[in-house]
């Protein structure tokens, strides 16, 4: 299961119509390199996550952070990716709103069933909007209906240098640090497989050319 509204991790090519994306290079990686065959299943964001433990799917990658909340009901593999959450707002608003300090009584624009939201409603008193796709966050403090996004900082960063069109700019502190794993059912035997294979690919630099193809750097 993965989404395909999440830059540069599973994102639909306007050019060619395709998923793409680090995560769906890494899922084939691994799958080749474990010997096992992948069907993808493209779905909202806050689906997999409660897809993942009833065991419908036996595999979700989607840049979903590892926390001790959904480490209940899901296994996750070895962290794969360092993330983090950073708020951005449209360019010529960073003096009124230059850290999540500002945000009170404002309306932040995020993801629904993301730390992002989680972040927002545990530590701020904003106006939450929170849209299925993250893409809608986006557009709502392009049009100014919405005073500044919290996401994920690659997504955040990767969107304002893209679609973004360098209208949308980061402000203040990377706010928590986030590390991503790939989710599996409570108990999965391909956890194991899966780690292993992430050890090889590493060893291989196959993990670091799939992660300089998107990111132009290497961690
Ligand atoms: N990393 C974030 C989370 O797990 C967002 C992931 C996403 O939108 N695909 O909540």
């Keep these: 299961a993965t989404d395909n509204n999440y830059v540069p991790f599973e994102f639909i090519d306007q050019g060619t119509d395709e998923l793409v994306g680090l995560d769906i290079d890494l899922i084939n990686a691994i799958a080749e390199e474990a010997g096992f065959d992948i069907e993808i299943e493209q779905m909202e964001f806050s689906g997999i996550v409660s897809a993942i433990p009833s065991g419908r799917f036996d595999i979700g990658i989607a840049?979903?952070?590892?926390?001790?909340e959904r480490k209940e009901n899901i296994d996750f593999s070895q962290?794969?990716?360092d993330a983090g959450l950073i708020l951005a707002v449209l360019e010529g608003s960073e003096e009124e709103i230059s850290s999540i300090d500002d945000v009170d009584g404002k309306t932040v624009a995020t993801r629904v069933g993301s730390t992002s939201e989680a972040y927002l409603e545990e530590n701020t008193d904003a106006n939450i909007e929170a849209f299925p796709e993250i893409t809608?966050?986006?557009?709502?403090?392009l049009t100014g209906r919405a005073d500044a996004v919290l996401y994920d900082k690659p997504n955040v960063e990767y969107y304002a240098e893209t679609e973004g069109g360098g209208e949308i700019v980061t402000v203040g502190d990377l706010l928590q640090g986030e590390q991503y794993g790939i989710a599996f059912p409570k108990g999965s035997e391909l956890r194991d497989e899966v780690d292993e294979a992430i050890d090889n690919l590493k060893e291989s630099g196959e993990f670091d050319e799939i992660y300089n193809k998107w990111f132009g750097g290497s961690e």
């Design 136 to 141: 809608e966050a986006y557009q709502s403090v």
């Design 63 to 68: 840049g979903m952070t590892i926390t001790e």
């Design 79 to 81: 962290p794969y990716y």
